[in-house]
């Protein structure tokens, strides 16, 4: 682990502290609250590893963690989660029923709803978004009629699709929320 890397576990570590002690809560509360055991919350705020997705994602309704400190912390990392998240309330909205996130300890996110029809993830350079699907459903979905080719948008590599996303570029993320509703209802009409 480089000097940058420890440095950077230890100022999130150290926000993630602070906001257990604005909630005046016990290690053991905030663990359960995060849904991780009392010891490993203890490992990430002394900045010994780097806090999983599923913990950061949840800072900010645990507390007062504004989104510019949020940013500012935890960097691209949480614009990217955020993104994720974003992904999954518009198929939410779409199909009119809960679609939610599943963590992987991979830095993967799996959309569910209730059923698994892609994933996201996370990596340095963005996010690649890939969906789970088969022949029938993306049939059903009108997302390709071919297989193992380049596609102007991503990558059709049967039986899943891929796509690269900069999740700055709100159009292209518009265009994966598209698809993601249409594989989603098709996956759950199956």
Request: with cysteine; proline share 3%; net charge neutral.
């Amino acid at each position: 682990m480089t000097d940058n890397d420890k440095s950077r576990l230890q100022k999130e570590g150290s926000y993630i502290r602070h906001l257990q002690e604005e909630q005046k809560m016990s290690v053991r509360d905030f663990a359960d609250r995060l849904d991780v055991s009392p010891n490993y919350l203890e490992t990430i705020e002394n900045g010994d590893v780097e806090a999983p997705d599923k913990v950061v994602v949840q800072l900010p309704g645990i507390s007062n963690a504004y989104e510019i400190t949020m940013e500012r912390i935890f960097g691209e990392r949480w614009v990217k989660l955020k993104a994720v998240y974003w992904l999954a309330s518009e198929v939410s909205k779409r199909r009119q029923s809960e679609v939610y996130i599943k963590h992987t300890k991979t830095r993967q996110c799996a959309f569910h709803g209730p059923k698994v029809f892609g994933y996201a993830h996370i990596t340095k350079s963005g996010v690649v978004v890939a969906i789970e699907t088969n022949r029938n459903w993306s049939d059903k979905a009108a997302v390709t009629n071919t297989s193992n080719r380049q596609t102007e948008n991503g990558w059709w590599d049967e039986p899943n699709a891929f796509w690269d996303v900069d999740v700055r570029d709100t159009d292209r993320m518009k265009f994966i929320s598209d698809i993601l509703a249409k594989v989603c209802e098709a996956r759950h009409a199956s």
